[in-house]
């Protein structure tokens, strides 16, 4: 079945770095484009990044633009989201997403935690 395994979720300092990575497993994952989502505290979930499936293509929120970066690699399946610059408001659960057919598949969520 579909599984979607975040990691490098952490406390940090504002101003400095994380990078996140979700391992996915029981699909083809060089066929889809694969999302990061956030989630803060009292929010909604809300998109933070896309890359589609070759990697060719990359969008990101406003919020995070210039300072996130997505990526990929299809030989690990696992894509990543490094995370520059970080900013108290960048505290959140981040989730790895995939939308394959009509179904939403989430992972579990890694904790971002920015603060001094």
């Known amino acids: 079945q579909v599984q979607l395994v975040e990691s490098g979720g952490g406390l940090v300092q504002p101003g400095g770095s994380l990078r996140l990575s979700c391992a996915a497993s029981?699909?083809?994952?060089?066929?889809?484009?694969m999302n990061w989502y956030r989630q803060a505290p009292g929010k909604e979930r809300e998109l933070v990044a896309t890359?589609?499936?070759?990697?060719?293509?990359?969008n990101y929120a406003d919020s995070v633009k210039g300072r996130f970066t997505i990526s990929r690699d299809n030989r690990k399946n696992t894509v990543y989201l490094q995370m520059n610059s970080l900013k108290s408001e960048d505290t959140a659960v981040y989730y790895c997403?995939?939308?394959?057919?009509?179904?939403?598949?989430w992972g579990q969520g890694t904790q971002v935690t920015v603060s001094s």
């Open positions: 890359i589609t499936s070759a990697g060719v293509t990359r």
């Open positions: 997403n995939a939308h394959i057919g009509v179904h939403a598949y």
């Open positions: 029981g699909f083809t994952f060089s066929f889809y484009g």
